[in-house]
């Protein structure tokens, strides 16, 4: 395997990673709606997650970007810069006060990303077949 | 609903509005018809309300055992039906039957027949249960009062300990304490925490410590200094607390500490209190600007009246989720624990107004009924969704608000919607407040409301409560102020107006008939209200409004009844000089008092050598225009005519209340001017050319 292929087999992880993470998000949520849970609980255990998650997604931004995989990146670089400016304004932590208000927003958001994450996992898996398939074939002995 | 459709068909069947109202008294079946009329659906709830003088206190009752729904756990209430024989009662939110249990016709006790139709849950809308075991988490708690007293140099200088410390004490009797159980401590707080040691044993050697008094300067790594001894029952320690507020200005009267740790305080006291859970009450003279929950000054008058004042008003900091003390952030406090705020502007005690007003609020504030670990939940029929909450409290679940201590004053504002098309012909609406009051009984104030469904859209507009659906849109507006801005609330309000007047028009007249603007009956005070919210100083659109004045509004008006809010944005105003003879008097018949007509707010009413009273809840303003006669100054403001001073001043037994001069203070005079609503003021437009607007659009 090549080196372009390790890459998109570590994004693929990743990728899948992020995807649970979002998934768990949306249980939460809708445990909160169905009363499961209360929403001081719901918020101090999301908000352990927030952080993980943005940072993952960024570390794989910039392994796209030191790997030269520009198409990856440019992909991936909006979602970065929505982050960043989350939590630069404070904001990227949920708040039990506000929750349901804000609740519909969260939704869209999770499902948002939910959405983005599974679409980017199959592209990272076609471009590490592409990868695969670019390998010269090595001539039989 | 009249009456006779209740069960036990008692007058006090129906709901007092002032309790709990909706904003349409007729609700249409389905959404789609609620949403035609464009008339907002929602409730405006003030369950612990204080009593008006003279009125019956709500029915307190102690059944062997609450009668409840077995699915959607309704409390019994006047609008049930009883079914087969009356063995059975068909709850009237999800229909179904239950079982009546046997003390409802048998009482064991007295070993005789009871009628059913007496007991106060079928004749009352409003009832109050006294709850059994099965309702507590915990034996109910005390009441606990803890006072965080700032000591800075600003706090000192105006002189709110002083005033403080002598309310407090002045007022210590009537901090509700019928079982002896209440707790009090204290927290003096500048830049570092000062605990004072209230055991009673610390009495003695008072004449060296007058308190011990507990000093720790590390905030940042805080503690408590003596956990037993800070918090102490009232009625043991009364003697040491005394002293301590006799004391307490005296230690602080030098202090050049112009810092404030406000933050770190409330965390300590938060500790302090938190394995009983009670009241916490700040008093605070500067802005805090220390450790944790500092901070800054943000008030800049470059901002006022532009697009970016919102950002004055937002919280700048999430921590307290209450001379410029940054109300906007300081209320965040009271907004998500269901407390309150009081803001005196430029408070200054030599001030003799200024001092009457706090400490006649202070007393106020101590001696009103007091409910402590409430939660509120809200029911509503089959069909019917809450959508949002609109008040102070904490959102505990999709419908269940918890209130660590509830405020009377405050009111809930509830939108709902129609989910499921109603299959009765009535809807009910259950508000279940419990509560541990403050004898340390644990109780469930529980309101129903019921009113009729119909499909006829004339029935809905003129069922319609213009006074509610004002108080609501303000609500929602102030909801909009603090999450976008100013303008596009307005916007939202002018717009909502436009929407039930034109969908009204749409539904009644055929087309090109008149092009003239028409309300039913009962909404035609909805633009007046409308525009008179408006120019409230929370929405008035101008650029010399400083913003804790406006943050306060803004608090005030999320916490508004109706029966407050109205008067608060369109204010009485009478002509006290051409007042017939019988007004201000009682009436024999009706034992009101007869009140003198009320003008419309216009200048064009002020006429030369009258005299005016104008009152809006708050304030009142008395307007005059010539030199009055000197028995009339004596004999109604109690004081001499040359002796008036223009400015605030108290009318007799009418506390906090603001008389004015013509000649007077500008200020006041701006004031007085700014609350005649149908005139223009500033951007404001008049009332006729605010009628002309919305024909327009």
């Known amino acids: 395997m090549n080196g372009e292929a390790w890459l998109f087999l570590f994004a693929i992880v990743m990728a899948a990673v992020l995807l649970f993470t979002m998934v768990f998000f949306i249980i939460m949520f809708s445990d909160l709606e169905c009363d499961y849970i209360n929403p001081i609980d719901l918020c101090n255990k999301l908000n352990q997650f927030v952080l993980p998650e943005n940072i993952g997604h960024a570390i794989l931004a910039f392994i796209f970007l030191f790997n030269g995989a520009w198409v990856s990146l440019l992909l991936n670089l909006p979602l970065v810069a929505f982050n960043a400016n989350k939590i630069l304004n404070h904001r990227h932590t949920y708040d039990a006060t506000e929750i349901f208000k804000t609740l519909p927003q969260h939704k869209k958001e999770c499902f948002f990303k939910l959405a983005f994450y599974l679409l980017s996992f199959f592209f990272y898996l076609y471009c590490m077949i592409v990868g695969l398939l670019a390998e010269p074939i090595k001539p039989r002995h | 609903m009249s009456p006779q459709f209740s069960v036990a068909q008692s007058p006090h069947s129906i709901c007092p509005a002032s309790y709990k109202r909706c904003t349409l008294n007729v609700i249409p079946q389905t959404q789609a018809v609620l949403t035609k009329t464009k008339l907002p659906f929602g409730l405006i709830v003030t369950p612990y309300r204080s009593l008006l003088p003279g009125e019956e206190p709500v029915p307190v009752i102690n059944p062997p055992q609450i009668v409840r729904c077995r699915r959607c756990r309704t409390y ?18 999800c229909f179904l039957t239950n079982e009546v249990p046997g ?37 109910p708690q005390p009441v606990v009062m803890l006072f965080v007293i700032d000591v800075s140099f600003a706090a000192v ?7 403080v410390c002598k309310t407090i004490l002045e007022h210590l009797d009537s901090i509700p304490n019928s079982d002896g159980r209440t707790k009090v401590a204290f927290i003096a707080v500048d830049s ?23 000093v720790v300067s590390d905030i940042e790594d805080a503690f408590l200094p003596l956990p037993e ?25 030098q202090t050049k500490n112009s810092q404030n740790a406000l933050g770190r305080a409330l965390q300590i006291g938060f500790k302090m209190i938190s394995a009983i859970g009670g009241k916490i009450v700040v008093f605070q003279g500067s802005l805090p600007n220390l450790s944790e929950g500092g901070l800054k000054p943000r008030e800049d008058p470059k901002l006022l009246g ?27 406090l009271s907004r998500v624990t269901g407390g309150g705020t009081w803001y005196y502007p430029s408070f200054n005690v030599s001030n003799p107004q200024d001092t009457a007003k706090f400490s006649a609020e202070l007393h106020n504030f101590f001696a009103r009924p007091l409910a402590l670990e409430a939660v509120l939940r809200v029911r509503a029929s089959k069909g019917i969704r809450m959508t949002r909450f609109h008040g102070n409290f904490f959102l505990r679940s999709t419908d269940l608000l918890a209130l660590p201590a509830v405020n009377p004053d405050n009111s809930y504002g509830i939108e709902m919607e129609i989910q499921d098309p109603l299959g009765s012909s009535s809807a ?64 939202e309000m002018v717009s909502r107006l436009c929407d039930i007047i034109n969908s009204y028009k749409a539904a009644f007249t055929s087309s090109g008939q008149n092009s003239m603007l028409i309300l039913p009956e009962n909404l035609k005070l909805l633009p007046l209200l409308i525009m008179s919210t408006l120019k409230h100083i929370a929405f008035r659109t101008s650029g010399v409004i400083p913003s804790d004045v406006r943050s306060f509004a803004h608090a005030m008006m999320c916490v508004y009844s109706t029966e407050s809010f109205v008067p608060n944005v369109h204010p009485r105003f009478w002509a006290l000089h051409t007042m017939d003879s019988l007004a201000g008097t009682v009436d024999e018949a009706t034992g009101q008092v007869i009140f003198p007509t009320v003008l419309n707010l216009s200048s064009e009413k002020l006429e030369r050598h009258g005299l005016y009273l104008m009152d809006n809840g708050t304030d009142i303003f008395v307007w005059w225009d010539a030199p009055l006669p000197r028995n009339f100054v004596g004999s109604f403001l109690d004081s001499h005519s040359d002796g008036i001073v223009p400015g605030k001043t108290t009318l007799p037994q009418l506390p906090n209340d603001w008389s004015k001069r013509e000649d007077g203070d500008a200020n006041l005079r701006m004031l007085f001017l700014s609350h005649l609503m149908e005139d223009k003021l500033d951007s404001g437009n008049s009332y006729p050319l605010f009628w002309d607007t919305l024909g327009r659009s």
């Not at chain 2, 004055?312 to 003390?325: A, C, D, E, R, T």
């Not at chain 2, 469930?444 to 499909?455: E, M, Q």
Request: net charge negative; with cysteine.
């Open chain 2, 76 to 93: 019994i209430n006047p609008w049930v039906q009883f079914v087969e024989q009356g063995t059975r009662w068909k709850c009237n939110m």
């Open chain 2, 103 to 139: 003390f409802f016709d048998w009482d064991t006790d007295a070993r005789q027949q009871v009628d059913r139709m007496k007991r106060a849950e079928l004749t009352h809308s409003v009832v109050e249960y006294i709850a059994p075991q099965e309702y507590m988490v915990r034996p």
């Open chain 2, 157 to 163: 200088q105006s002189g709110m300990v002083d005033i």
């Open chain 2, 192 to 214: 570092s925490l000062h605990f004072f040691n209230l055991n009673v044993s610390f009495s003695d050697d008072s004449l060296l410590f007058p308190n011990h008094n507990l």
């Open chain 2, 229 to 253: 001894d800070l918090l102490v029952t009232l009625t043991e320690s009364r003697l040491v607390i005394e002293k301590l507020l006799s004391n307490l200005p005296n230690l602080f009267r």
């Open chain 2, 306 to 332: 532009t697009p970016k004042e919102v950002t004055l008003l937002q919280p700048s900091n999430h921590f307290y989720k209450g001379q410029y003390i940054d109300i906007a952030t300081l209320t965040g």
């Open chain 2, 428 to 491: 009910c609406f259950q508000t279940a407040l419990l509560h541990t009051n403050s004898n340390g009984e644990r109780r469930i104030r529980v309101l129903t409301l019921t009113v009729p469904v119909t499909d006829t859209l004339g029935d809905i507009y003129t069922g319609a409560d213009q006074y509610a659906i004002a108080t609501l849109l303000a609500k929602k507006g102030i909801e909009k102020c603090l999450s976008s801005h100013i303008e596009s609330a307005r916007d």
